[in-house]
């Protein structure tokens, strides 16, 4: 591993044996971050799979030859692997839990809002439905009220119609297209939401994964830039060379004396910057996981509400309701005559008429289409999970990355990093003399 590493490091092969081994090696890499490459199209981003091949090849040759003829190219690429433990990995991934989130959690609300609104709208039209059959129970009783005044009562008192009629039933078709086609409009108003929230997203997406990429590209540079060009930069590690350097000039008391400003690049010592930037990103970390978890809240109290709104619906009981008549007519024989006799007056019985009608309103029926409320998928937040676990891992692992980008950017440019062991050395003894 030594000596592929050393051959791949190299500004140029020392013959054609470490030719051939560093073209496998670039030929390797390229075919890896290809398949990941069509993979994050395709799969997270949401291309067509054909598009997703042609980028995916494309890339990988220009990936390649890239790689095998420029040697800062590959010590570029090779930065680029640790950067993915800093905030521009986490921005990535953030995109990504932000994919997921819109992908597979919001249309589970929406389907589950739509089912509580089909519960609705099957209540209020079978409700409709019981009301307005009611009325043909109310004219039923007006024509048997009506008959049995014309088949009781007396020829001389006997009226001329005790019929009602109604109209009212005669708009229930009316009635019914009305409420078919709001319902229709609310359906069509979710399915737009619904289709618009996802291409909004999809672009947004798009565009911020191509931005984070390009700029975690473009902070490997900087890094190596700064590196190559200001001796200062991030050079604050006891290094061997540095510790070698030292012992040669018998002055390995300057980096004991320097313990407290100066710490090895592969200790695990933190300086209390680091510690600091560590709780930062780790708080916003934090905030973006409240955030998550909100989304994920709605989505079960969405589950939650629906599928009680089914049970319940189908356990609906029927109401019922009641509607007893009672009719009595008496006619008194010269109730005056009686009324000064002062005695009782007689009465004579016209009519009697005692019934009771028994209805049910009906709130729910089998016949409704109600799609089943759709539970969240554990998959789903398994993933997000996972991924919040890595956000919160790169945190506290964004020191080492950038440690480790150091020790990519000495093993490409070995003599530039003996001049900046140099200017810290020159540096600690100018401190020391002080």
């Known amino acids: 591993m030594a000596d592929l590493w050393w051959i791949y490091s190299k500004p140029v ?11 496998l090696q670039c030929s390797c890499i390229t075919a890896v971050i290809g398949g990941l490459f069509y993979n994050w199209m395709f799969a997270s981003l949401e291309y067509s799979w054909h598009l997703s091949v042609a980028v995916a090849i494309s890339f990988s040759l220009l990936l390649l030859l890239t790689l095998f003829l420029v040697h800062p190219a590959r010590c570029v690429f090779s930065m680029i692997m640790p950067t993915l433990g800093t905030k521009q990995g986490r921005k990535l991934l953030f995109s990504t839990c932000l994919m997921i989130a819109v992908v597979n959690i919001t249309p589970n609300i929406i389907s589950n809002i739509k089912t509580i609104l089909q519960i609705i709208q099957c209540i209020c039209k079978n409700s409709s439905d019981s009301l307005l ?54 359906s069509r108003e979710f399915l737009s939401v619904e289709v618009l929230v996802k291409d909004s997203v999809r672009v947004a997406n798009r565009l911020a994964a191509g931005f984070f990429m390009l700029y975690l590209c473009f902070e490997s540079t900087w890094y ?14 006891i290094t061997k ?13 300057l980096l004991v004396g320097s313990s407290k400003k ?61 509607l007893g008549i009672k009719y009595k007519a008496k006619i008194g024989i010269v109730p005056f005559i009686f009324k000064l006799l002062r005695h009782r007056p007689e009465e004579v019985l016209l009519g009697d008429f005692n019934r009771i009608y028994h209805y049910d309103l009906i709130f729910s ?52 990093e003996e001049k900046r062991v140099l200017h810290l050395y020159r540096k600690l003894s100018r401190r020391h003399r002080k």
């Open 241 to 253: 060379k540095l510790e070698c350097l030292a012992a040669d000039r018998r002055a390995a008391h």
């Open 224 to 237: 190596l830039k700064n590196y190559l060009t200001n001796l200062r930069f991030d050079n604050f590690y």
């Open 13 to 23: 092969p020392g013959d054609g044996r470490e030719l051939w081994a560093l073209f």
């Open 133 to 186: 059959n009611s009325t043909a129970l109310l004219e039923k009783v007006s024509w048997e009220f009506g008959d049995a005044l014309q088949e009781n009562t007396h020829s001389l008192s006997k009226p001329m119609n005790g019929h009602f009629r109604f109209s009212l039933l005669q708009n229930r078709s009316l009635i019914y297209q009305k409420m078919h086609l709001a319902g229709e409009k609310i």
């Open 365 to 416: 029926s089998a016949r409704c289409r109600i799609s089943p409320p759709t539970p969240p998928n554990p998959s789903v937040l398994l993933v997000v999970g996972l991924l919040f676990c890595i956000l919160y891992a790169t945190v506290f692992l964004e020191t080492y990355a950038r440690r480790l980008c150091r020790g990519i950017a000495a093993s490409f440019f070995q003599s530039w």
């Open 262 to 322: 100066l710490i090895r690049p592969t200790g695990l010592k933190l300086s209390r910057k680091e510690v600091g930037l560590c709780l930062v990103q780790a708080m916003l970390v934090t905030v973006a996981l409240m955030l998550m978890l909100v989304v994920v809240a709605m989505d079960h109290f969405a589950f939650s509400v629906a599928d009680t709104a089914v049970r319940k619906a189908a356990q609906f009981s029927t109401v019922p309701i009641t």
